[in-house]
């Protein structure tokens, strides 16, 4: 993680900042000489939509895909749960999803795969010299992509790969990891908001168990056309989980509780401190 954030760090302030009229050359293909031989040994940081996408493509609930494809790294600096997708293990730690002809999900593939060899930068509130976010470009050695006589902008390359997609899906979760509530913590997540979190944004189908084999339509109010978006729309209920965590780790009024489950509970407190 620390190697992470050292590259942030150079990003930030040495890489030469794009727009989305700006131009550049690049193309990726079978013939391209290092076709696949950069879809290994990286760290890809895995959006839950990106989960969402690639669990259904393979098939499988959240659970297996999050069993089988990721791994969850501890870091005492992270302010929440984040998951990667894990390399296979072998000498180039290649992909789970390529093979020989390309990417086998490639329709659902990642936002950081969609991007490459784009990367969006977001300075934040630890460089308030700096811009808002901006684009730049990540020329590594092995990519000869960028021999390619393929030109295009960078809001061209954004249609192309589908960007635009993954960008509105992605928005409420942007906007939930920057809540200033994760700052203004005295300590990080317990164990218990920490499971909640991961649940709610990685583990789509665990979430929908837990709420439609719970007491919990008993405690909140959801009406009934909710009640049935989220019951078999993954996208949905992605939405409702970002609700979900902004009352129970931030208080806000999302969710609304229930008046009889408020008076039931404000008993048990009353109860508690006899």
């Known amino acids: 993680m ?102 086998t999900v490639y329709n659902d593939r990642p936002w950081a795969c969609r991007m490459y060899p784009l990367g969006l930068a977001s300075p934040g509130d630890d460089h308030p010299e700096l811009d808002n976010e901006f684009y730049f470009l990540l020329k590594e050695s092995v990519c000869k992509g960028f021999n390619e006589d393929r030109k295009q902008t960078i809001k061209e390359w954004l249609t192309d790969q589908g960007i635009e997609e993954y960008d509105k899906a992605g928005e409420d979760y942007k906007q939930l990891t920057l809540h200033k509530g994760f700052d203004e913590a005295d300590q990080a997540l317990d164990p218990r908001k920490v499971e909640m979190f991961h649940t709610a944004c990685y583990n789509i189908d665990s979430f929908r168990k837990f709420i439609f084999g719970s007491t919990f339509f008993n405690r909140f109010e959801v009406d009934d056309e909710t009640k049935k978006k989220i019951e078999k729309d993954d996208y949905e209920l992605l939405k409702f989980g970002y609700k979900w965590l902004r009352f129970s780790l931030f208080g806000e009024k999302t969710i609304i509780v229930k008046k009889d489950a408020l008076e039931a509970r404000e008993k048990e407190l009353k109860e508690k401190t006899k």
């Not at 969850?72 to 290649?94: A, C």
């Open 2 to 103: 620390r190697e992470i954030e050292k590259l942030k760090e150079a990003i930030l302030k040495e890489y030469p900042r794009l727009s989305a009229d700006n131009s550049f050359c690049f193309n990726c293909h079978a013939g391209v000489p290092c076709f696949n031989d950069c879809c290994g040994d990286v760290n890809i940081f895995l959006t839950p939509y990106d989960i969402l996408r690639l669990k259904n493509n393979l098939g499988i609930n959240s659970q297996e895909f999050l069993d089988k494809y990721t791994i969850s790294p501890f870091d005492k600096n992270l302010k929440h749960p984040v998951v990667l997708l894990k390399m296979n293990d072998d000498d180039k730690k290649t992909c789970p999803f390529v093979a020989d002809k390309g990417c």
